[in-house]
């Protein structure tokens, strides 16, 4: 069966049900239907989430069609409440752009999914509408105030960062001209649309760790600059407490079902390779508050969303993990062995032993920030024994257990190996977390370690307008700002063609962008994509919706 016809067979529990598994009772509950509920921000327990175990799932660097963390996170969840765990899984919300592209659903696949999968792959509880709303508000208001001719802040329109945000893969939105039409219809100026995960406010989100934080971000968001090169900050607007009013429900969690009736927790969704690409610190200390393990993910390869997850969002919320599950596929590293894209799926130990060094240098990066990792082998139909023994082997080589993951085809009956392995790292060692780098530091240093540690690289170039940039935002005093790198998913390197464990290669930083209400620096190292296009053929052309309502083609 297909991933929807296997949610859609699947009977789901009325969801005071799962929140019972919770404690939590049934009053606490804000429903969306019988199957969705949002969760008071009150139920966060400090004590209790230093106390509990926080699991971080991440993968090796992926091919085009993903290593499947998602899948390996639900099915490991289910792995260890089958072992008697009392566990939640912690997940980003899907974007209706890649689900409507190139990607598909976002909700886990075959036997390790979280559901209701429909709605969770589309509008699901309007957080995704909230954030875009708050986002075109403040453009809305920034164009106003152009024309504004009692309360003008003397915007300098040609300095305007902030871009206006639609969640969807519109490629004929990245550069466009506002306000033509006479002086009715405002300034004419370029604008563009992002995707709304690329939001700012989508980052400021998952960042923030309570209401009067949310306001506090939203209010620092840098838009621009006066025609005396004075910065503008949305608090300049008076943005900001609208801004949080619309935003005033998508800050509270999303609780839903696993299809093995477990617990999950799906909370925001910004991208891994121009954002932090995990999701809210609100939602992991909601897990960690009511369960004793979490499972959480972070976008793409180790080398983006683990590297962000553990610098940023643990650094800012305290967050303490004492596992790292890391995702391999033998068609990945065949891949990284010089496999083409044609040959994926033919078995070759050439090609895996050869494309090895990639998960051996995300097995490396990992163990830098002391923590000691599990190797999950998320499993496919044309694997071969010879080329997961030989996984297994090679990890065990380094000191780290491989184990085969098959929650897609068995769901909890097939992960239950993985979970022992993640209970025994965590029960046996003392994991004691560090980042690679204090926000104190200069910002080229923290650039160069990221670089160096993470990538493998020897060191950063970094061009005249993005020196420029560092001396600008030095000046405003964000110096102790987060660095979340932007670059690109498909290489260790700033180069998508380096496959494998690429060495002897310098990054370049091509410009520095800020997102002060997020509190990053953002080094651009090659040209980033804020908003995709549709494929030849999109996703949406095999959905289908009949006339009770069913849905079909969404996977």
């Not at 490991?76 to 919300?93: D, H, P, Q, S």
């Not at 004419?188 to 995960?197: A, L, S």
């Not at 009956?413 to 060692?429: C, I, M, R, Y």
């Amino acid at each position: 069966m297909t991933d929807i016809e296997i949610a859609q067979s699947t009977t789901l529990a009325h969801i005071r049900e799962i929140a019972s598994k919770l404690n939590i009772n049934e009053s606490e509950l804000e429903y969306f239907g019988k199957y969705k509920a949002k969760l008071p921000l009150h139920l966060i327990d400090e004590e209790k989430i230093e106390q509990n175990n926080l699991i971080l799932v991440t993968a090796i660097t992926p091919t085009p069609a993903g290593e499947g963390k998602t899948t390996v996170s639900i099915g490991l969840n289910e792995g260890l409440n089958k072992i008697g765990k009392k566990a939640t899984v912690v997940l980003r919300e899907p974007s209706l752009g890649p689900v409507f592209g190139i990607k598909g659903g976002a909700a886990g696949g075959g036997y390790s999914q979280v559901v209701p999968m429909e709605d969770i792959n589309l509008h699901f509880t309007g957080d995704f509408n909230a954030i875009e709303k708050a986002n075109n508000l403040l453009s809305a208001l920034i164009d106003n105030n152009l024309q504004s001719k009692t309360k003008n802040l003397n915007i300098d329109q040609r300095t305007i960062t902030w871009k206006r945000v639609i969640d969807m893969n519109d490629r004929s939105l990245r550069q466009i001209t506002i306000g033509l039409g006479g002086t009715a219809n405002g300034i004419p100026r370029e604008d563009g649309f992002n995707i709304t995960p690329a939001s700012e406010v989508m980052a400021i989100l998952c960042m923030a760790q309570n209401l009067h934080d949310l306001k506090e971000r939203l209010g620092k968001i840098l838009i621009g600059f006066t025609r005396d090169k004075k910065p503008v900050y949305a608090s300049d607007l008076k943005a900001e407490n609208a801004m949080a009013i619309l935003l005033k429900d998508a800050i509270k969690p999303n609780l839903v079902q696993t299809l093995e009736k477990n617990p999950a927790i799906i909370h925001g969704g910004p991208f891994a390779n121009i954002a932090q690409g995990t999701n809210t610190i609100i939602a992991t200390k909601m897990g960690l508050s009511l369960s004793d393990y979490v499972v959480t993910e972070a976008g793409f390869g180790a080398d983006l969303g683990a590297e962000k997850f553990l610098d940023i969002k643990c650094q800012v919320s305290g967050l303490k993990p004492k596992g790292v599950v890391l995702v391999a596929t033998v068609r990945a590293l065949r891949y990284h062995g010089g496999a083409s894209l044609d040959e994926l799926n033919t078995p070759n130990p050439d090609f895996v032993d050869k494309g090895f060094e990639n998960l051996e240098k995300h097995i490396e990066s990992i163990r830098k920030f002391n923590l000691e990792p599990v190797v999950a082998i998320n499993a496919f139909s044309n694997d071969t024994k010879e080329e997961t023994e030989l996984i297994i082997n090679k990890c065990a080589q380094m000191g780290i257990k491989a184990v085969i993951s098959e929650g897609w085809a068995k769901g909890g009956n097939g992960t239950t190996d993985l979970a022992k392995a993640v209970v025994e790292v965590v029960e046996k060692q003392n994991a004691d977390f560090k980042p690679i780098y204090q926000f104190n530091m200069p910002i080229k240093e923290k650039i160069e370690r990221i670089a160096k540690e993470i990538y493998g690289a020897d060191g950063v170039i970094y061009e005249k307008k993005a020196l420029n940039q560092l001396k600008k935002y030095s000046a405003l005093g964000f110096d102790d700002f987060a660095v979340c790198m932007a670059k690109t998913q498909k290489s260790l390197s700033d180069d998508e063609t380096l496959r494998g464990r690429p060495k002897g290669f310098k990054v370049t930083v091509r410009e520095i962008e800020i997102a002060a209400g997020a509190k990053f620096i953002i080094p651009l190292l090659g040209k980033m994509m804020r908003m995709p296009g549709l494929p030849e053929a999109p996703a949406s052309e095999h959905m289908f919706i009949d006339d009770d309502g069913k849905i079909t083609g969404l996977s």
